[in-house]
């Protein structure tokens, strides 16, 4: 029977518990709220309806007398069935709201916008410093603009903004790699520096290199006997006598430039001495790229002697200086740079064909 259904809740009389939930008496239900709920709204409803709907008479169980259903029993149960769906309805929404927000609903949050100068400042900081974190960039931009001109971003708004322009950092890395260096006036700073070749007896022969950075200009190439202070300050005094005295000269960190003697001399002098840091060539590079150039066809050119490891190298400088056209001078070769020479107007006397080192190099020379 359907009042079997109220029994694994106490085995209470359903009777009883009607009227002691009409009297106001909770003490009739389960402790659970979901049982009460479901005990109040869906058992002895559903289970006295269907019976009414039947016999309009409620047969006990147990031994008692049969139980009539009143109007003011009927009214008070669909009341107290309207209150609990109201406040389950109360509970459900604020569940919800504590929880997640409300679907459908999405608050108006609005803020103004960044200038396009800050997205551009990420975008430049971060193509700078590619290992950079969006928390890293965020504090540079913030120490360097907060204060000055009263803008600050959030790590969140950095990470949205390298997220969206990953393209355009990508592009200005490249233009940063590629980018052609300041010109620079002639005899301002010369680069110094040694490499070396080994000749068909297997011998190592220093080779120095000086080279004016403005003009590009190689002032001096030549094989050395030793690296002694002495041998290199002896080069170095012979171009200052061709081509006038620099500002300052730039070297690495060997032993050789960082002498005393080496040092002494050039303060004497009035030469600045300008050393690039410990295990960076590149802070050099003027002179590194020189060797790369020279590198890449001496090491297909084999040397017999001393001798002849000199006669190779003062043609390469001859092909260096007047015959090779340079990227970084817009196509010109450091001799017209050095005169102010435009080969792009300027009449030519003659044109030379000039081949050295069994066609490793290879150009036109035009005299003016």
């Not at 919800?96 to 609903?105: A, D, E, N």
């Not at 620099?246 to 009035?270: H, I, K, Y």
Request: glycine share 8%; proline share 5%; hydrophobic share 45%.
């Amino acid at each position: 029977m359907p009042l079997q259904r109220l029994e694994p809740y106490g085995s209470k009389d359903p009777c009883t518990v009607l009227r002691g939930l009409c009297a106001g008496n909770r003490a009739w239900l389960p402790d659970q709220p979901a049982a009460r709920e479901w005990l109040l709204c869906g058992t002895l409803f559903k289970t006295r309806l269907a019976c009414l709907y039947d016999s309009f008479i409620v047969t006990r169980t147990c031994q008692a007398a049969p139980f009539f259903w009143s109007g003011a029993d009927m009214v008070w149960l669909l009341l107290w069935w309207i209150v609990v769906r109201i406040r389950a309805w109360f509970s459900h929404v604020s569940r919800h709201k504590r929880g997640k927000r409300i679907r459908g609903f999405t608050p108006a949050i609005r803020t103004q916008a960044k200038p396009a100068w800050v997205i551009q400042e990420i975008v430049r900081l971060k193509a700078l410093m590619p290992n950079a974190g969006c928390r890293t960039l965020a504090n540079i931009f913030n120490r360097r603009y907060a204060a000055r001109r009263k803008m600050s971003v959030g790590k969140s708004f950095v990470a949205d903004m390298l997220r969206q322009h990953r393209y355009e950092i990508e592009v200005m890395r490249r233009k940063i790699k590629h980018r052609v260096p300041q010109a620079m006036p002639r005899n301002l700073v010369w680069a110094m520096d040694l490499t070396g070749k080994g000749d068909a007896a297997g011998n190592m022969h220093m080779i120095f290199g000086l080279i004016d950075h403005g003009s590009r200009a190689l002032l001096c190439l030549a094989a050395l006997p030793d690296k002694c202070s002495w041998t290199l300050l002896g080069y170095l005094f012979l171009s200052i006598g061709k081509y006038g005295k620099p500002r300052a000269v730039r070297t690495d960190n060997e032993a050789c430039f960082t002498s005393r003697v080496f040092r002494f001399v050039l303060m004497l002098a009035g030469i600045r001495h300008q050393r690039s840091e410990l295990h960076c060539p590149w802070q050099n590079g003027r002179i590194e790229r020189l060797f790369g150039t020279l590198k890449q066809k001496l090491d297909l050119w084999e040397v017999a002697s001393f001798e002849a490891l000199n006669g190779a190298l003062a043609e390469f400088r001859f092909f260096y200086n007047f015959v090779r056209p340079h990227q970084n001078l817009n196509g010109r070769t450091p001799a017209e740079t050095c005169a102010g020479v435009n080969p792009f107007s300027a009449k030519i006397k003659g044109e030379y064909w000039f081949e050295a080192w069994d066609g490793l190099l290879q150009g036109y020379y035009l005299r003016r």
